[in-house]
């Protein structure tokens, strides 16, 4: 079982930077992927930002060239810097592991979640 435990939300005001932290209970190596997703009140979850085993991202729209995703294998860590906040920004944001096994069976793992408040 991967266990993810997210960090670094908070309350920030408009165009300021918040740097969440996803560490995990097992190698990276061992993902297939990995992502950050949000979900503001009343909307669905949507996926923020993800990194390949490969080492490729990718980006929703909304975000390029304000959020960076990466990762700390010698930490077990995942990060998201997340520049030049917004208020629509704000969200409950989630760590995802995703894993394809043998057969082609897919996992995803969820961390439990940390609030971004974006507002002045």
């Known amino acids: 079982q991967v266990q993810l435990v997210e960090s670094g939300g908070g309350l920030v005001q408009p165009g300021g930077s918040l740097r969440l932290s996803c560490a995990a209970s097992?190698?990276?190596?061992?993902?297939?992927?990995m992502g950050w997703y949000r979900q503001a009140p009343g909307k669905q979850r949507e996926l923020v930002a993800s990194v390949t085993k490969g080492g490729s991202t990718n980006y929703t729209h909304s975000v390029k060239g304000r959020f960076a995703i990466s990762r700390d294998v010698a930490k077990n860590t995942l990060y998201l810097q997340m520049n030049t906040l917004k208020p629509e920004d704000t969200a409950v944001y989630y760590c995802?592991?995703?894993?394809?096994?043998?057969?082609?069976?897919?996992?995803?793992?969820w961390g439990q979640g940390t609030q971004v408040t974006v507002s002045s």
């Open positions: 995802n592991a995703h894993i394809v096994g043998v057969a082609g069976i897919e996992f995803d793992f």
């Open positions: 097992g190698s990276l190596h061992s993902f297939s992927a």
